[in-house]
């Protein structure tokens, strides 16, 4: 009678196991898909535009303009989705996927006033974004991901955080 405890134990311990190495295997393969979680801004409401244009197979231009009355910083680093039925789906990056350097980028106001030494900050601005670190991008609909965060009016702290997207297709 004990054996057959110990044998029933045994058994569901193995499949056990195997349901877990199994489950790991197809998150390691990137099998699962990871629904984008991103709570986007209306562009209108915050005046601040963002547009994507390709330039080559793993290249896009990013575009902003800030139509607002405030300073907006943004940086780097970014989220690349895809559009599958509809829903949208995080893009996950290799294991050593792409590092990104921490600047931050200041767009002026639309109605920008010359500072003491007579610049104007712009108020566009583009940059060429690298899409690697992914390790294959196959046709379809993508948009990527970024956050803006309008300055006080003093240059200090951030006000507020936005989070805009561009669509496109590869």
């Known amino acids: 009678m004990e054996n057959k405890s110990s044998l029933r134990c045994f058994a569901i311990i193995f499949v056990l196991t195997a349901a877990l ?17 991103a709570n986007l801004t209306d562009p209108d409401d915050i005046k601040v535009f963002m547009t994507v244009e390709v330039i080559a197979e793993k290249t896009i ?13 943004y940086g780097n680093p970014y989220t690349l989705e895809y559009c599958s039925d509809g829903k949208w789906y995080q893009v996950p990056f290799e294991k050593d996927g792409p590092m990104f350097t921490m600047e931050g980028i200041i767009l002026g ?21 690298r899409l690697e670190g992914f390790s294959k991008l196959s046709k379809g609909h993508y948009r990527i991901v970024k956050d803006v965060s ?12 936005y989070y805009l997207a561009a669509e496109f297709d590869l």
């Open 21 to 37: 190495v199994l489950s790991a295997s197809c998150q390691a393969n990137g099998n699962k898909q990871i629904k984008s979680t």
């Open 61 to 73: 231009r990013v575009s902003f303009e800030n139509k607002s009355e405030h300073t907006i910083m």
């Open 109 to 129: 106001p639309a109605d920008a006033v010359p500072n003491e030494e007579g610049l104007t900050l712009s108020n566009t601005r583009y940059d060429d974004v």
């Open 150 to 161: 309008f300055m006080s009016d003093d240059g200090g702290p951030l006000k507020s955080t």
